[in-house]
């Protein structure tokens, strides 16, 4: 009697399970220090796997730009290192995961603290399909900031520590979590760029595109 009963409950999760806008989707998280590559390692996987990039940085930065109310409040956390409330940064990649027509996506810079984790986990109840770690010392990832020249707020020696300072105690307790489910998929990203994405190459291989 009890398998019978069980059954439905078994099968109605797999129904629901990482539906959103009406689609089934897949996510990977990209995660790792300010600095680390994600935004460029994305750009390849997008370029080599077909997935679509959300990168909740880019997200922030267009919502500022846009005029929106919270504008002001954005921008002062960006300058101050500091993690955006997870309605606002959740609100902006449900958005796009359902204007999108894929169903692959790189969510690069988020969950960046356990609010937004949990917060993503309960509102979305998308849980990823594993979690890319750019593993790199903060000497490299600030000389690559420092050289980074996109006009940023946020790329100056100041704001660059007190965004380490968060990192440390605010984000990798998240892919602590995730490692302890055995999700993370740690990558050396000290190495140069095309060294890098050969490692990414490997990881992504399951999600190449069918040959033609
Ligand atoms: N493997 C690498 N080696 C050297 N420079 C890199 C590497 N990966 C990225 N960069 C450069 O470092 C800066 C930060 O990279 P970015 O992809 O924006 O990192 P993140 O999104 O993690 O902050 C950019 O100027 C980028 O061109
Ligand atoms: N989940 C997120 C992601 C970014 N942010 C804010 O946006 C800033 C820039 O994020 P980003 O991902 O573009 O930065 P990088 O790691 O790419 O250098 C962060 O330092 C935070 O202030 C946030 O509040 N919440
Ligand atoms: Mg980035």
Known sequence: ???????????????????????KVTVVFVLGGPGSGKGTQCA????????????AGD?????????S??????????KEGKIVPSEVTIKLLQEAIIKSENDKFLIDGFPRNEENRAAFENVTKISPAFVLFFDCSE??????????NQGRVDDNIETIKKRFKTFVESSLPVIEHYNSKDKVKKIDAAKPILEVFEDVKAIFAPYAPKAE
Do not use: C, Q, Y
């Open 69 to 78: 109310e919270n504008g002001t409040m954005i921008e002062n956390m960006i």
């Open 59 to 67: 997200l922030l930065r267009a919502e500022i730009k846009s005029g």
């Open 44 to 55: 390849n996987i997008v370029e080599h796997f077909g997935f679509t990039h959300l990168s």
């Open 1 to 23: 009697m009890g398998t019978v009963v069980d059954a439905p409950a078994v099968v109605a999760e797999e129904v629901t399970e990482n539906m959103l806008g009406g689609k």
């Open 139 to 148: 000497e490299e990832m600030e000389r690559r900031l420092l050289g980074r």
